[in-house]
């Protein structure tokens, strides 16, 4: 009798895990792709679609080490000594840690002008979500320039 109900079980069960398999993956997918929306703003100066990406207590710590706000980097896009020309999306992993909290790693190569002065750099970047309100937004980063002047 045993030996007939484990497969029962099994069968039962692995749909639940397939489902729970296919959520966590669609759920990254989502948060990859709001990264890429979120990088391809710069190049746009899309602040309106930033905006919607960034939570309102949002904190990013810049590459010169120093906390900037939501508004803080909403305003700093549109700088007009500033342009970012182009983005690449080198390599980009994420973590769920729970239903509502993911982890993406990423590493990206721009070309910006600064001042009139076209430049290239790599970054790497952490960026922290949080699911509310059945949305994902971005609450926290951290960007480390690799090879920028």
Same mark, same amino acid.
């Given at each position: 009798?045993? @030996?007939?109900? $484990?497969?029962? =079980?099994?069968?039962?069960? !692995?749909? /639940?895990?397939?489902?729970?398999?296919?959520?966590e %993956?669609?759920?990254?997918?989502?948060i990859?792709?709001?990264?890429?929306?979120?990088?391809?703003?710069?190049?746009?100066?899309? @602040?309106?679609? $930033?905006?919607? =990406?960034?939570?309102?207590? !949002?904190? /990013?710590?810049?590459?010169?080490?120093?906390?900037q %706000?939501?508004?803080?980097?909403?305003?700093?896009?549109?700088?007009?000594?500033?342009?970012?020309?182009?983005?690449?999306?080198? @390599?980009?992993?994420?973590r769920?840690?729970?239903a509502?909290?993911?982890?993406l790693?990423?590493?990206?190569?721009f070309v910006?002008?600064?001042?009139?002065?076209q430049m290239?750099?790599?970054t790497?970047?952490q960026?922290?979500?949080?699911k509310?309100?059945?949305?994902?937004?971005?609450?926290?980063?951290?960007?480390?320039?690799?090879?920028?002047?």
């Amino acid at each position: 009798m045993q @030996s007939f109900l $484990l497969p029962v =079980i099994f069968c039962l069960l !692995f749909p /639940l895990l397939s489902v729970g398999q296919n959520r966590e %993956t669609q759920e990254i997918e989502a948060i990859k792709k709001i990264n890429e929306r979120w990088l391809n703003t710069y190049t746009k100066r899309d @602040s309106a679609t $930033l905006s919607k =990406i960034l939570a309102n207590d !949002f904190v /990013l710590i810049a590459q010169n080490g120093l906390p900037q %706000t939501r508004q803080d980097v909403l305003s700093g896009m549109l700088s007009p000594n500033m342009e970012t020309i182009s983005i690449k999306i080198d @390599s980009v992993n994420v973590r769920l840690l729970s239903a509502d909290i993911a982890i993406l790693n990423g590493w990206s190569t721009f070309v910006y002008k600064f001042d009139g002065n076209q430049m290239t750099g790599i970054t790497s970047y952490q960026d922290i979500y949080a699911k509310r309100k059945g949305r994902w937004v971005a609450v926290a980063a951290h960007v480390t320039g690799l090879n920028t002047p």
